[in-house]
């Protein structure tokens, strides 16, 4: 007998829920602690008044049609180039979002014989880019050089090429790929190096132009993604690249290709968070050092905030359930914090995942430490949650 799919939908569903890993669309309410709007530009009223004004100014609301038929515009021409002196390349190509972005790159440019090295933490993107390239795939151990170079040692006589894949910083746990290592192995290897800057962007190197540029390697990977939709708080995702790339991918990478173009205000939108990021050094300077007054009270307070050197810091707490209860009683407090659990992050580490802003205040920083580091040795001093904890 065929299986019925409604009752597999009722099934998964309900196996979801008995492991406390269920998930539901909702709205939070509060100091918001979810976001990735991480210099509060999604709210800026000169950030509003610059798409009032290219919305006022551009001939159409709607893009029409993909880039290679009717979507294309000199505002997105003029925005890549633009946009590829911000990230120190010679050409940038405009993506609907940064998940196209990634997948477009990978699933394009790596072939059959290729071997690509990526990083065991990143993101869902880069994972389904390498997947629909059919290609050699080799997992090497999280931010581990000497892992990457046994790996690297042992397919050094394949007949293809050997791409290096990673974030720049760690979208879970909010540590920072040691780029100019990873840089030197592809040097010696002779590989090439792919890095996506998501929650870089807007946070670290001067104007707010990545980590790839902070280590100085901009003019030397291989390909650099800038989403737009976190920092820049707009729409969307470069590949930033050499020009040969850029035009490859026009010609071959499906999520350009088949994919309807963003209107052109948006790159009108997107200029002026560029404008916006590149000027916003005392954002940046507030957002690292409410950062490190969180990090430093909640390790002090013996809780486990695992590697996490930026913005992104995990409060690891374990199981599901005890996950859900913090955020709860955050919640409750006045902040806008999920608990994140498996599969996004392995069994038995979930956490709470506060994702900072500059709109953050310092006093509001330090009654969050306070806060979880209360609500957490409430649990540890139930006889209900402290096996949970």
């Known amino acids: 007998m065929a299986e019925n799919v409604r009752q597999r939908l009722h099934h998964e569903l309900n196996e979801l829920e008995k492991r406390a890993q269920s998930r539901a669309l909702a709205t939070l309410e509060g100091i918001n602690l979810c976001s990735n709007d991480y210099l509060g530009l999604s709210n800026d009223p000169r950030l509003r008044q610059a798409v009032e004004n290219a919305v006022g100014s551009t001939a159409v609301v709607a893009s029409t049609g993909s880039r ?89 006589s394949g007949p293809g090429a050997r791409i290096i894949a990673t974030e720049s910083v760690f979208s879970m746990d909010g540590d920072q790929a040691p780029l ?59 590949v930033c690249s050499s020009r040969i790339l850029k035009q490859y991918l026009v010609n071959r990478a499906r999520t350009f290709i088949f994919s309807t173009a963003a209107p052109p205000y948006m790159a009108h939108q997107i200029r002026a968070a560029m404008h916006l990021v590149s000027a916003a050094d005392p954002e940046r300077s507030h957002l690292h050092a409410i950062q490190e007054l969180i990090r430093v009270k909640l390790r002090d307070g013996g809780l486990n905030l695992g590697p996490s050197s930026s913005q992104i810091i995990p409060v690891v707490v374990g199981s599901n359930e005890a996950a859900l209860h913090i955020a709860r009683q955050l919640q409750s407090r006045g902040f806008a914090v999920r608990a994140i659990r498996p599969p996004t992050v392995p069994q038995g580490t979930s956490r709470l995942r506060l994702s900072l802003t500059s709109k953050i205040t310092t006093a509001q920083a330090s009654y969050l430490a306070d806060s979880i580091l209360e609500v957490v040795g409430a649990i540890r001093r139930s006889p209900i949650l402290a096996g949970h904890a």
Request: charged share 25%.
């Open 68 to 156: 290679l038929l009717s979507g294309n515009s000199r505002d997105w021409e003029e925005l890549e180039t633009d946009f590829a002196k911000f990230a120190g390349t010679e050409a940038a190509l405009y993506f609907t979002s940064g998940y196209a972005a990634n997948v477009g790159l990978l699933s394009s440019l790596l072939q059959p014989s290729d071997i690509v090295f990526s990083d065991s933490l990143n993101h869902a993107s880069i994972i389904d880019g390498i997947r629909l390239s059919s290609v050699g795939k080799v997992i090497y151990e999280h931010c581990d050089l000497h892992a990457l170079r046994d790996k690297l040692e042992q397919y050094r």
């Open 180 to 238: 100019s290592g990873l840089l030197e192995l592809a040097k010696e290897y002779d590989a090439e190096l792919i890095v996506d800057e998501a929650h870089a962007t807007g946070v670290f190197g001067r104007q707010g132009r990545g980590l790839a540029a902070e280590v100085g390697i901009e003019d030397k990977v291989l390909a650099i993604v800038h989403p737009c939709g976190k920092a820049l708080a707009s729409l969307g995702g470069f």
